[in-house]
């Protein structure tokens, strides 16, 4: 892993980002601090990060209006803090722009995991290590998919997609009308083993086809519903 890679932590409790720090800084990435919703937000927003660790619950402005914020201006990879009995503000993080979430009380070790998962899916030469060197540019009907320059375009028109948003597409349209489980999903696209909410595909499906149908609708309708199964990228026959 790259050394230069710079990580903000968001958490009113001092011995939190302590702990968080500690843990990170051994995989040698430089962390920065706010204990704030105001003062992430300028942090985020003057500085690039590869990721964000944002808590939930701050004083003044809250995580999900420093989310929210951040989204309007940068797609920073942000994974949310929450507390156990969150689960509504949970889903409504990823509704805002989160990309994943870690539980209170945490073990920093699972932090650390994904953190990693995240650097790993935001870089533009690690996505699930496929030998896709012949689907560098996915053309179909209505919809443009360049891989090389991550660039959606639907009916000519550029579709603006956070980092997960456009791998979920990405990785449903390379295998055409192929079902996939919510499971399948998590693993493949998340790299999620053995943590994760069935929510969090379901919540992404729901935004992506929201940003296309602006767009294009024909493009939004190609991502199809498995009732009971899951979602496959559907192809209309010619």
């Known amino acids: ?112 995991y994904r953190v990693k998962a995240i650097l790993r899916r935001s870089s533009t030469t690690a996505f699930l290590n496929l030998d896709q060197t012949a689907n560098d540019v996915l053309v179909f009907a209505n919809l443009t998919i360049d891989h090389d320059a991550h660039r959606v375009t639907a009916d000519g028109t550029d579709v603006s997609l956070t980092p997960k948003e456009y791998e979920l597409l990405h990785y449903l349209a390379l295998s055409p009308n192929k079902v996939f489980s919510r499971e399948q999903l998590l693993k493949d696209v998340w790299n999620y083993e053995f943590f994760g909410d069935l929510r969090t595909v379901d919540t992404h499906i729901k935004r992506l086809r929201e940003k296309l149908n602006k767009v294009s609708p024909q493009a939004a309708n190609m991502i199809a519903t498995v009732w009971g199964v899951g979602y496959k990228f559907e192809v209309p026959a010619e």
Do not use: W
Request: with cysteine.
């Open 1 to 112: 892993m790259d050394k230069d890679v710079k990580i903000l932590v968001v958490d009113d409790e001092e011995r939190i980002r302590r702990l968080i720090r500690m843990y990170l800084e051994r995989e040698e990435y430089t962390i920065d601090e706010a204990e704030n919703g105001e003062e992430a937000l300028i942090k985020a927003i003057d500085v690039n990060y590869d990721c964000i660790l944002l808590d939930l619950m701050l004083p003044g402005m809250d995580g999900i209006e420093v989310c929210q914020k951040i989204r309007e201006h940068k797609s920073t990879p942000i994974i949310m803090i929450t507390a156990k009995g969150e689960e509504t503000n949970r889903v409504h993080g990823f509704e805002v722009g989160a990309d994943d979430y870690v539980v209170k009380p945490f073990s920093p070790r699972e932090v650390v």
